[in-house]
């Protein structure tokens, strides 16, 4: 029996933005809400995001509006995204910027007081609000303020570690009863009983050597949404952010943000080649200039002048350097030349990117306004996630919500910079208003009760690693199989992959998950870091088992996903999500149709978006998915 339980009716998982406004809009419609979080308020993962949030506000470009933001977002996501969502998010991301503002955002201006908005790869128009680059910082300390003005319950240093479960009569099936936890700073377990969860966890690039990600991002949201019987869809598509430092060892794969391309910097190989323009890909090259001329004059005549391909989207520009290393034209330290020096005076990179400026010189000794940065792909967002209804971000288990980079959908194969911000604040708040209406709906004895013997499992089960120790014998180090984990996923489930590869990968993960069950911690349970990664252990290794195979399944190469087996885009692929269960205790992959794009929105594309499937076309499961 846990001896501290809580009750309410909706509990938020995750306080980066989604999750913050998850619960103000939650609290909003009148539910008593919880935030549980794995670290301090206020250092989610949101905090780092840097370049700024896109919403088509046409406050530079007047010729922006909804359509032309949501057509960038499909291209860019290679028309694999939830077409519903890439329009909600359109249309409802300037309202969220307003929104922020009005709760205190200070963003930064244009000289006659609007909003400025600054360009990004992939985005038409410049587009990005922001705050210096800030931005997740303004965003959260915005967000954050309003919770403790409303005076929400907020739990910190507490891991979820299950959501727990009841009978629906509903449905005949399961519906949440709420989660199990455990504080991190004492050991001991919580118990939060609800109808409703929304999670709100983020990403999984903890699983990979070089990310630009945090101790955070270790999948438990997607985890704990699949060994509850939802379903993950998309898992193939992790996104490799083309600029992460590369030196000195210790702060490899450390995000240096595009809004250093977008405010003129370029890349270079050794060679001095401005490379980029080796690289335009047939898709997007009406749209972007293929001589240096035009595309410098870009920056101060966007009637003219075509977009420098230095913008074009992450995937493209990430497999360029990959290609440009490989070819023996990289730097020393395996990335290529990123200059802002030589293009911008020293004011203004020091103003206009201040974080990377300090970044720079405090942690590689270099001063970007006087020589240029070496920088590479590094591992940064997961496109995929788990899978949701558009309207309310529903999942498919009653009771359970999720929005931001846990829940997919949005991005498709490829994700625009700038487009995770103005999801977190658009879905969070239709997942907080999700929530509070289903919770609304049980009344009284209606209300799920948790099962205890799901509490009495997990209590034993997060136990273990402390016995093991105790009982001796052939253990296993928690550290050890992280750090081998990271070299699987960073070797073979990496920016470029093949079926071999990939066929290994899944093998040494079934390895690891069997060395995992050796996994065995020292010490006792208050603040031990060690019991900690064990524990986020079990969601790492299902979520890279999930990545592997959805990856092994898709033979063709689309955003995010490449295949050097099947370079090329594959007709039939273009019309499947892949869409990821547990089934008893195994990973269990099938294909499904894109739902069907109204005719309003298809005639958007030039030519135009081709039509849904015939349910024939869907390829069944592949004889290799499973695996
Ligand atoms: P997060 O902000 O990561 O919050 C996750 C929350 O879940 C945390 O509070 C964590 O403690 C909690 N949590 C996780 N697991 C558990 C658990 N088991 N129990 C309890 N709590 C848990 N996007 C843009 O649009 N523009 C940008 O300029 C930009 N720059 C970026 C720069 C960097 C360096 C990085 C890494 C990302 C950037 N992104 C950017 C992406 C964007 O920041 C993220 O996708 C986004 O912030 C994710 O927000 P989230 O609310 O989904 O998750």
Not at 113 to 125: A, E, P, S, T, V
Not at 276 to 299: G, H, L, Q, S
Not at 310 to 319: F, Q
Not at 493 to 501: K, L, P
Request: charged fraction near 25%.
């Amino acid at each position: 029996m846990t001896a501290e339980t809580h009750s309410y009716d909706v509990v938020v998982v995750g306080a980066g933005g989604a999750g913050l406004r998850a619960a103000i809009e939650a609290h909003e419609q009148g539910a008593r809400v919880a935030i549980v979080c794995k670290s301090l308020l206020g250092k989610a993962h949101t905090v780092m995001a840097e370049g700024g949030m896109a919403a088509a506000m046409a406050n530079v470009w007047p010729e922006d509006n909804w359509r032309v933001h949501f057509r960038d977002t499909m291209r860019g996501g290679k028309m694999l995204n939830q077409w519903r969502m890439a329009q909600i998010h359109a249309q409802e991301a300037p309202d969220r910027v307003w929104e922020l503002e009005e709760w205190g955002a200070v963003f930064d201006r244009t000289p006659d007081g609007k909003i400025l908005q600054r360009d990004f790869g992939g985005h038409r128009y410049a587009r990005l609000a922001h705050v210096g680059d800030r931005t997740g910082l303004e965003l959260i300390r915005t967000l954050q303020n309003r919770v403790v003005a409303k005076k929400l319950d907020v739990f910190m240093e507490c891991t979820v570690q299950r959501l727990l479960t009841a009978p629906d009569p509903a449905t005949g099936g399961e519906r949440v009863a709420g989660v199990f936890a455990y504080w991190r700073e004492t050991g001991t377990f919580v118990r939060f009983d609800a109808p409703s969860v929304v999670l709100a966890t983020g990403g999984i690039g903890k699983s990979w050597q070089v990310t630009s990600n945090s101790w955070e991002y270790t999948g438990d949201g997607q985890a704990l949404a699949l060994r509850a019987g939802a379903a993950l869809m998309d898992m193939e598509f992790v996104q490799f952010h083309p600029t992460g430092m590369v030196w000195p060892p210790s702060v490899r794969g450390i995000l240096v943000t595009e809004g250093v391309r977008g405010d003129g910097g370029v890349l270079r190989n050794t060679e001095g080649r401005r490379f980029m323009f080796d690289y335009i890909p047939e898709v997007f090259a009406a749209d972007t200039a293929d001589t240096e001329e035009e595309a410098d004059r870009w920056y101060t005549d966007k009637k003219t002048a075509r977009r420098p391909p230095e913008l074009l989207p992450r995937d493209e520009v990430a497999r360029a350097i990959n290609s440009e290393v490989k070819a023996g034209r990289g730097t020393p330290h395996g990335g290529v030349f990123l200059d802002i020096a030589s293009r911008r005076d020293a004011e203004t990179i020091r103003r206009r990117l201040p974080s990377m400026y300090h970044q720079f010189k405090e942690l590689a000794d270099v001063d970007i306004t006087k020589e240029p940065m070496e920088v590479g792909p590094t591992c940064h967002y997961v496109m995929g996630g788990i899978k949701v209804d558009p309207e309310s971000q529903a999942t498919t288990l009653p009771g359970l919500y999720a929005a931001g980079e846990c829940a997919a959908g949005l991005h498709g194969s490829n994700r625009l910079g700038g487009n995770s911000l103005s999801d977190l604040v658009v879905f969070g708040r239709r997942a907080g208003a999700g929530a509070a209406a289903y919770a609304a709906t049980l009344a009284g004895t209606e209300r799920p009760v948790p099962d205890e013997a799901q509490v009495a499992e997990t209590t034993a089960q997060a136990l273990l690693p402390f016995e093991r120790a105790a009982a001796g014998g052939d253990t296993e180090n928690p550290y050890q199989l992280q750090s081998d984990l990271q070299a699987v996923m960073q070797s073979l489930v990496g920016i470029i992959r093949t079926e071999h590869e990939l066929t290994q990968a899944l093998k040494e993960i079934s390895e690891l998950r069997q060395r995992a069950e050796r996994v065995a911690v020292e010490g006792h349970r208050q603040y031990n870091p060690g019991w900690h990664l064990a524990l986020d252990l079990r969601s790492m290794l299902l979520v890279a088992e999930c990545v592997a195979t959805a990856a092994l399944a898709r033979r063709e190469s689309r955003g995010g996903h490449t295949r050097d087996d099947y370079p090329g885009t594959d007709p039939v692929f273009a019309r499947i999500n892949h869409v990821v269960r547990l089934r008893d205790g195994a990973v269990d992959l099938t294909a499904e149709p894109l739902p069907e794009m109204p005719p309003e929105l298809t005639s958007l594309f030039d030519p135009p978006a081709p039509a849904a499937p015939p349910a024939s076309d869907v390829p069944p499961q592949s004889a290799d998915a499973g695996q």
